[in-house]
Nanobody, 119 residues
């Protein structure tokens, strides 16, 4: 029932920063664990960052630790992914998703936003 819309992707040079936003509607994100995932053509989808519904637990892929930060604003019903020190390897389509628990399957997905990092 929850609907998700991502924005904020674009083209950036290596070393630059972007902030992705995911606006939810239909239900409050306080009900859900939220996550950011990315996918490159020919490769399987990768979990980038996840946060439990209460915001107590956060999980990051090793490749982005220290560079990316996931956060949520329950009043705005929005989840963010701050991406710093971007690398060409970060180039992918990034998806916002919602699930029941932080370690469970994510059942609701946004349409994705393209992030391209040039060297």
């Amino acid at each position: 029932q929850v609907q998700l819309v991502e924005s904020g992707g674009g083209l950036v040079q290596a070393g630059g920063s972007l902030r992705l936003s995911c606006v939810a509607s239909g239900r409050s994100i306080s009900t859900y664990a939220m996550g950011w995932f990315r996918q490159v053509s020919g490769k399987e989808r990768e979990s980038v960052a996840r946060m439990s519904s209460a915001g107590v637990t956060t999980l990051y892929a090793d490749s982005v630790k220290g560079r990316f930060i996931i956060s949520r604003d329950n009043i705005k019903n929005t989840v963010y992914l701050q991406m710093n020190s971007l690398e060409p390897e970060d180039t992918a389509v990034y998806y916002c998703a919602a699930g029941k628990l932080v370690h469970s399957n994510y059942d609701h997905w946004g349409q994705g936003t393209q992030v391209t990092v040039s060297s």
